[in-house]
């Protein structure tokens, strides 16, 4: 599938219009393949972690398997490219090649909120290059993971920020929950403003931050008790992270349309 498409330029017909605040669905019309958006209660709580032991568990499962970032801010230039490391970590657990300018279509200098990095390179972060991007993914992948920036509502230019993107993604949620003093709180916060957005958690990470955070065991009990979502594991603070090290905690084999073992695998 490709963006000349009927299918796909119907899609992008319907979003062009001054970029449009409600358009359909980047999944519309697509196959149902497992794909997700990964979000966070903050910035820097493993996102990426999480992202990319999803990638990982899927290409074990034997599917093709890619992951996107759509925006990153904190890229520095290496070999004539921008390169920045969470957007190079999850292409490196998947096994689809893209091109760089779909997996991010934004790729920002500066390491600052998004919509500061873009405004300091004249640039105006929309939707429309972002779904385009997330379309041709999709049609060449069995399988997509979307990660976020910072927290589910951080800004991306004015008037549209992250949780605006994912909204119009229109794609199941998973939250990570970065585990420290006040995560309870920003979890059922983060968890609420997804839900506002008519979207779906299916699931959702404990991933350690501290060494030894005092009650670790009582604040993930809590969090069960109130996010009407499986726990899908808890990450412990590990000495090399990588996405199989983290993988090897969670347990993913529940989320809708999770692909089933490949015969070959």
């Known amino acids: 599938m490709s963006l000349d498409d009927p299918i796909v330029a119907d899609v992008l017909a319907d979003l062009a219009p001054a970029v449009q605040r409600q ?45 996107m970032k759509p925006v990153a801010a904190g ?4 070999d004539g490219e921008l390169h920045n490391e969470d957007a190079d970590s999850l292409i490196a657990a998947g096994n689809v090649s893209m091109l760089r300018s779909l997996t991010t279509p934004y790729m920002l200098k500066e390491p600052a909120a ?28 069995d399988a997509v993971v979307v990660e976020g920036v910072g927290g589910f509502r951080v800004p991306l230019s004015i008037g549209f920020d992250s949780a605006d993107l994912a909204q119009q993604l ?22 609420e403003a997804i839900e506002a957005r008519g979207l779906t958690v299916i699931g959702w990470v404990a991933n ?4 030894e955070m005092r009650f670790l065991d009582e604040n993930i009990d809590a969090l069960i008790e109130r996010i009407p979502a499986p726990l899908l594991g808890r990450v412990p603070r590990l000495a090399q992270p990588s996405a199989a090290a983290a993988a090897s905690h969670l347990d993913f084999t529940g989320l809708p349309n999770w692909p089933a073992q490949h015969p070959n695998n």
Do not use: N, W
Not at 75 to 78: G, K, L, P
């Open 23 to 67: 358009p359909a669905p980047a999944g519309a019309g697509l196959p149902s393949r497992f794909a997700c958006f990964v979000t966070g209660t903050d910035t820097e709580i493993g996102k990426t972690l999480t992202s990319s032991a999803l990638l990982h568990a899927l290409v074990a499962r034997g599917v093709r398997a890619c992951g």
């Open 114 to 141: 998004p919509h500061i990095a873009a405004a300091l390179e004249g640039v105006s972060i929309e939707s429309v290059p972002i779904l385009a991007a997330y379309l041709e993914i999709a049609a060449a992948s």
């Open 170 to 191: 229109d794609l199941p949620v998973i939250l990570v929950v970065g585990m420290r003093l006040g995560c309870i709180s920003q979890a059922l916060l983060t968890l």
């Open 75 to 78: 890229a520095e230039m290496r």
């Open 208 to 211: 350690t931050l501290e060494v």
